[in-house]
């Protein structure tokens, strides 16, 4: 079975500080891949980014940037410089087996 | 080039009732997958349709079911409702051809409610 765990229920910021989010998840498949959503307030999907299990380079892309390490089974999120219009809930998922397992989701508030 | 669409936005039922959801895939997809996501918790996986038949199905009872057409759209049937069943259920598609066959592009779902 796969399970997705987001331990961060809520995280509230100050415009421009730095906001990372937790996801631990759990295979017993050596091949997959593992996303971020955001689900801003209209309630559709937007896919962030995407990274498959052979690949743990770590990346920065804009303002978003992840740490994969299939050692401690974790792929993190950092959202940099944060946005008022960053304030959503993000979702991690793990994709395996034609179907994407969602975590509980955090819900990011940035004020002004 | 349209994305995802779904139809109604939102509907009201009672328990017992049946309801029907439709979703259009977005241009060049070929593959639909159904989602529901209740209230303040993540998608859940319901099913997969590829080439009119579904290809996976999650942890659902049989009174959810779904058809795919030859244009690729896709319905998802609920029979009996129970007030449980109340939630947003999202559309997602994929192509199966392609780099990435696995990026799912999500609708901005139907808001069900059962009372």
């Known amino acids: 079975a796969q399970k997705v765990t987001q331990a961060q229920t809520e995280i509230s910021v100050v415009e421009k500080e730095d906001v990372t989010l937790d996801c631990v998840y759990e295979?017993?498949?050596?091949?997959?891949?593992l996303f971020w959503y955001k689900q801003p307030p209209s309630g559709e999907l937007v896919f962030l980014i995407r990274r498959n299990s052979f690949d743990e380079q770590n990346e920065i892309s804009g303002r978003y940037s992840w740490n994969f390490q299939k050692s401690t089974s974790s792929f993190n999120f950092t959202i940099t410089a944060s946005q008022v219009v960053d304030s959503a809930v993000y979702f991690c998922?793990?994709?395996?087996?034609?179907?994407?397992?969602f975590g509980a989701g955090t819900t990011v508030t940035v004020r002004a | 080039d349209a994305g995802v669409t779904q139809s109604p936005t939102h509907l009201i039922k009672t328990r017992g009732q049946q309801v029907t959801l439709r979703c259009s895939p977005k241009s060049g997809h070929d593959t639909v997958s159904w989602y529901q996501q209740a209230l303040g918790q993540g998608p859940q996986f319901i099913f997969q349709y590829y080439e009119e038949e579904e290809r996976q199905r999650g942890n659902f009872p049989d009174r959810f079911s779904g058809h795919q057409f030859p244009n690729y759209s896709s319905e998802l049937n609920v029979n009996a409702l129970l007030l449980g069943d109340s939630a947003l259920y999202l559309c997602?598609?994929?192509?199966?051809?392609?780099?990435?066959?696995?990026?799912?592009?999500f609708g901005p779902g139907t808001r069900l409610t059962v009372l």
């Open positions: 997602a598609s994929s192509s199966t051809t392609g780099t990435f066959h696995n990026e799912q592009f």
């Open positions: 295979t017993r498949d050596t091949t997959y891949y």
């Open positions: 998922a793990l994709w395996n087996d034609y179907k994407l397992s």
